[in-house]
């Protein structure tokens, strides 16, 4: 008995789980393609136009957010006030331009993406076979700016000699920005040397440093350095100070091309949010409103007429007609899942991110996708799901990615920003020094981090920001 009813459910219980699972990681655009896709194969589903509060089924006008679960519970002291919200006045579907569309439409170039950019300046010293070497390496870049792939196993793909990829690479590493595409932090700050040399004068232990030393240049263990490359403590100083000031080790989060200017905040545009935060009144003294939009207008159910068929046909037709029901039946409960675990998760990180959502990114406090699952008994994989691709519209009314809640270095980059902002421009700030300051504000950081920050925000390093305020206006 116990091995049929397991036998029986097991299927049906695997299949909510899969179902919510899928529903959940999609943003509301892709959620109404896929509510439309089902009510296109699923007769047994239909959506009736009247409008119900998800949550209390209070009948709504379009457009209308509920009276009832958008006020404050004056029992409860949280500062936000979750609610999930039934509106359809956001287009998604890409309709065909009107003539009129079309003279009005902004046919502005896009952001060109860093393998493009790339490959343009370096395409026309090469042969057709060496161009698709080329684009097979720099596809593979990542955010920092590395492709690991070996050069003996590019090689080995393409069946050339070692030494032909070994020269597109190098053509690669040398182009804007430069160290890209490099294996390592180590190998694109060595590049980068190299090219320094062609305008300054530079001891060839530099390399060395780079190459072996990267952990004591991090920790300004001087004596160490200067032990096994038996040079004076003074020279060793000198070559930290001009590395940390000169090099970048992460080539990809630079900034780079004058064309491509903030191509990092260009890259991500979002118009359509999936969760708006308002001020309760429009008063930002008060209570934080956070309305998590359902995009489908009207509500779905079983439909009366397919019920009625399945009770009044014989047993034979009856079990044609089941799946369909119990397919329809088991959608609408993921859905209901999912939108009440989106609503239970941002009742958590609104709480906990009220200052950031008020005041700004200097406000963020470290989040982790493991604690909030901890919190809320879930696998974390649910929290990963529930953030990926959605969008949120903070007060102010900007539109940012729901991960960047969780984005733990945002405040220290964006002190960062503040002080490199305020720098004298005669003589700005180096890593080591941003990092003095930064401890004094009770961050403790090593100087590769605040490289990385800094080229994560597209500041350049200290030798070519004094350039650059040096420049005629």
Not at 60 to 69: D, N, R, T, W
Not at 150 to 178: G, T
Not at 227 to 232: A, G, I, R, W
Not at 255 to 266: C, E, P
Request: net charge negative; with cysteine; glycine share 4%.
């Amino acid at each position: 008995m116990y091995q049929r009813q397991y036998l029986r459910t097991e299927p049906q219980t695997t299949a909510h789980l899969a179902q919510t699972m899928s529903l959940l990681k999609m943003n509301n655009g892709e959620l109404i393609e896929e509510i439309e896709r089902i009510l296109n194969e699923n007769p047994a589903l239909e959506k009736i136009e009247e409008i119900r509060c998800p949550q209390c089924n209070r009948k709504l006008f379009p457009g209308q957010i509920c009276p009832k679960c958008s006020q404050p519970n004056r029992g409860d002291n949280d500062d936000a006030i979750v609610f999930l919200s039934p509106r359809n006045d956001f287009q998604y579907q890409k309709d065909v331009l009107t003539d009129d569309e079309y003279q009005m439409e902004d046919f502005t170039p896009d952001t060109v993406e860093l393998p493009e950019y790339i490959l343009r300046q370096i395409m026309f010293d090469l042969t057709d076979s060496e161009r698709e070497i080329a684009a097979h390496i720099v596809l593979q870049v990542d955010e920092d700016g590395f492709v690991p792939e070996k050069n003996a196993s590019i090689a080995q793909y393409f069946h050339v000699p070692i030494s032909k990829v070994e020269l597109i690479r190098n053509m690669i590493m040398h182009a804007d920005p430069i160290g890209v595409c490099a294996t390592s932090p180590e190998e694109a700050m060595i590049v980068q040397l190299d090219i320094l040399r062609e305008t300054v004068e530079l001891p060839p232990y530099y390399n060395q440093m780079v190459r072996d030393h990267i952990a004591s240049i991090s920790k300004k263990d001087y004596k160490k350095i200067a032990k096994e490359l038996e040079l004076p403590e003074s020279d060793i100083k000198n070559a930290v100070r001009f590395i940390s000031e000169n090099l970048y080790p992460y080539p990809g989060r630079a900034s780079w091309g004058h064309s491509n200017n903030d191509q990092a905040t260009q890259k991500n545009v979002y118009s359509n949010p999936d969760i708006i935060v308002t001020y309760s009144n429009n008063d930002p003294g008060q209570a934080l409103m956070v309305e998590i939009i359902i995009p489908y207008g009207g509500n779905l159910r079983i439909s009366s007429i397919y019920k009625n068929a399945l009770n009044e046909s014989v047993e034979e037709k009856r079990e044609d007609l089941k799946p369909d029901l119990d397919r329809a039946n088991l959608f609408i409960k993921c859905l209901q899942q999912r939108n009440n675990t989106m609503r239970r998760m941002l009742e958590k990180i609104t709480k906990y991110q009220v200052e950031f959502i008020r005041k700004g990114d200097k406000f963020i406090h470290p989040l982790t996708r493991a604690d909030l699952a901890e919190e809320l008994e879930v696998h974390e994989s649910t929290i990963s799901r529930a953030v990926a691709n959605k969008s949120l519209q903070l007060p102010d009314g900007k539109i940012v990615p729901l991960s960047k809640f969780f984005d733990r270095s945002l405040g220290i980059r964006t002190e960062l920003k503040e002080i490199v902002a305020k720098e004298n421009q005669n003589k700005p700030l180096s890593d080591s020094k941003i990092a003095e300051i930064l401890n004094q504000k009770g961050y403790d950081l090593a100087r590769r981090t605040i490289a990385k920050y800094r080229a994560m925000e597209g500041i350049d390093p200290a030798y070519m920001r004094k350039t650059q305020y040096n420049e005629p206006k």
